[in-house]
């Protein structure tokens, strides 16, 4: 082989290995774990007690763990039957939300700040129960982004979505759908979206969540008309390959509490 022949096929070869490591890299880039936790009341009494603990013993321990921006939001409208008190924490490694969760066995053992949550009686619990739903980041979204909110906290509306599908296929084809272009648009049109993960523990899969952020009730209804006005959105809906790929949708609006981190 000439000389300038081998020159050339090095160069090719040193740039395809290159491009190969960039994509390997690109690949193994490791996604957060998210952690929904819902906590679910029925009285004033046992509300108090929730917030009581997640605001002077939860939430400091988390950030002493160097857990940060712990989101807890509570419904814009009230089930009084089955109250709710959500708590959103992001995990960079799978290996953290196991080692929290040991970590917070042995805090609730020892906890004097909530000692009336931590202690209640069987016949006096603080909540009806807890449900915990996991979550693994998309490959587009690695990990959550704060939203960049200017109206009052107060009159916030945070959004979160779950989207079921009626086979393992469908929702790996309804990921997808959002890989190839819902995400982009959503950061296009400004949505504040916090997070998009599919859930990988949970009493309801195959599934997808996702929240997005608003200043009030108006914006996000405005946000929401340009999306379905959008060519983008039109044109990505419309695709054959992605037609009946959500079975089922959920919508619940959520507030930040006064001691959320966002």
Known sequence: MPFYKKFIYSITLTLAIWCFGLVTKAQSADSYYYQIKVYHYKTQKQEGLIDDYLKKTYLPFLHQNNIFNIG???????????????????????DDVQIIDERVKKLNNTAKSSADYVNAAYNDAPYTRVESTLLKAFVTRLKPVLPKLSGDRAKRVYELRSYESATEQLHYNKVRMFNSGETDLFDRLGFNPVFYGSVIAGDRMPNLMYLTTFNDKADRDKHWDAFGNDAQWKDLSGRKEFQHNVSKGDIIFLYPTDYSDF
């Open 72 to 94: 807890v939001f509570k419904p814009v409208t009230a089930d009084t039957a089955d109250r709710k008190i959500y708590v959103f924490t992001a995990y960079k490694k799978w």
